[in-house]
């Protein structure tokens, strides 16, 4: 089968994507994977050594500059909908056409197109050429049910629920739908009524690419729907352990690791500046060793170390507790290493996977990234490093994911799904 898979966003997008491409590639199938990044990251050797091609469309999506006065913007942006716009204007809505034309070229010479949920261009691109398309969304929060609370509303039930959901479609069809809308429009395709049932979810094959440990299968949601597991990227000759780094878990008890992912350079170097600085305070105030991810060369110490990168799947499992922005990713890789978190998000999705993790008892409370201090964040790794509890609930829900393998499972049911 010829597969094409199209994806946007930040390495949290386009990770999950690469580890699909490799589990159909090994499956036999003939896979391409265009992604279209908002920094500067190159998949391209990654999807090579894995079996399948990929090449970048449109990325950068803005320059470093743009992204650090934007990041900020969205980081001191309280309201999740507003957050949404903003990336909507400034991170999607300039890269729209390059993407379609893109899956419009892609459509022609692939027998199905899967992508990331969001991307409306790749869904318009496959309804004008005919081709089956399959969706996948990263997180079950925002897949509509009455057992699962809308973001930003207290926990109020089924009723409630359902209640927050159409409160939900009607503010996210009357911002982001009249866009897609527009978009749509302007190449020729009808407009579409609701943009979670529509445009954000196929009706062939709805893929969600959250662990099935964390929730059992809502009942209400529609059969195509399907629970995959996380779509994490196997080990590979592209990551290895550092000497150093090692060296340092090998030299004293386990440490805190800190970090942000790609959100660290959102707001320039000042924001970076005193993340690091939090960071490095809030380990000594909490007594802590850490190793803390950053692009920046800083002599370690033998209580601190610094890391621009390292595979996170091998070094989780080594730490008493991870400071984390509770993206999709980060989130499943902590879980799966059986270590507590300590959530501080930033934008989006990851208030709903803190919310997450503390439900399952695995995490305190949130630390919201513009209200943190290195006080509260010590306070919190006071709370979670060596909590008995939050480990044994962690090693619970790792013994529980022992069986994931979601880019297996979402193969499986991409292939079925073309029978």
């Not at 261009?121 to 049910?145: K, N």
Request: aromatic share 6%; hydrophobic share 45%; net charge neutral.
């Amino acid at each position: 089968m010829r597969v094409g898979i199209q994806t946007w966003g930040s390495e949290g997008d386009t990770r999950p994507f690469v580890a699909l491409g490799h589990a159909l590639a090994a499956r036999g199938h003939d896979v391409e994977l265009l992604y279209t990044e908002v920094g500067d990251r190159n998949y391209d050797a990654v999807a090579q050594s894995l079996g399948f091609r990929a090449r970048a469309v449109a990325s950068p999506i803005i320059s470093d500059d743009e992204l650090q006065q934007i990041g900020l913007r969205i980081i001191e942006t309280s309201d999740p909908l507003r957050q949404g716009l903003l990336i909507a204007k400034h991170m999607f809505e300039p890269v729209e056409q390059p993407m379609f034309d893109a899956a419009l070229d892609l459509c022609k010479r692939v027998d199905v197109l899967i992508h990331h949920f969001m991307v409306h261009p790749a869904r318009a691109a496959a309804d004008l050429t005919g081709t089956p398309a399959i969706t996948v969304a990263l997180a079950h929060m925002l897949i509509p049910s009455r057992e699962i609370h809308p973001q930003g509303l207290p926990r109020l039930g089924t009723l409630g629920n359902a209640i927050g959901w159409k409160l939900a479609r009607i503010a996210l069809n009357l911002t982001l739908g009249r866009g897609v809308n527009s978009f749509r429009k302007k190449v020729g395709l009808p407009r579409i009524g609701d943009l979670m049932d529509d445009a954000w979810a196929s009706k062939r094959l709805h893929l969600i690419g959250s662990s099935p440990a964390l929730l059992e299968r809502p009942a209400d949601w529609p059969p195509h729907y399907h629970l995959c597991g996380f779509l994490a990227l196997p080990p590979h000759e592209h990551e290895p352990v550092s000497p150093e780094v090692e060296a340092f878990l090998a030299q004293g008890r386990a440490p805190v690791f800190m970090g942000f992912g790609s959100l660290m350079p959102m707001g320039g170097s000042q924001y970076l500046d005193e993340a690091i600085a939090v960071f490095a305070d809030a380990a000594r105030v909490s007594g802590q060793r850490a190793i803390i991810q950053a692009d920046v060369d800083r002599t370690p110490t033998a209580n601190l170390i610094f890391v621009k990168r390292t595979p996170h799947a091998h070094v989780f499992p080594r730490c008493a507790a991870v400071v984390h922005h509770a993206g999709a990713g980060t989130t499943h890789t902590t879980l799966r290493a059986g270590v507590p978190s300590i959530p501080v998000p930033h934008v989006s999705d990851q208030f709903m996977w803190s919310e997450e993790l503390e439900r399952l008892g695995v995490a305190p409370r949130a630390l919201r990234r513009n209200k943190w201090s290195a006080q509260a964040l010590a306070d919190r790794i006071t709370q979670t490093a060596g909590h008995p509890r939050m480990k044994a609930a962690a090693m619970s829900i790792q013994q529980r994911m022992a069986g994931d393998d979601g880019p297996a499972r979402a193969a499986e049911l991409i292939e079925g799904s073309m029978r």
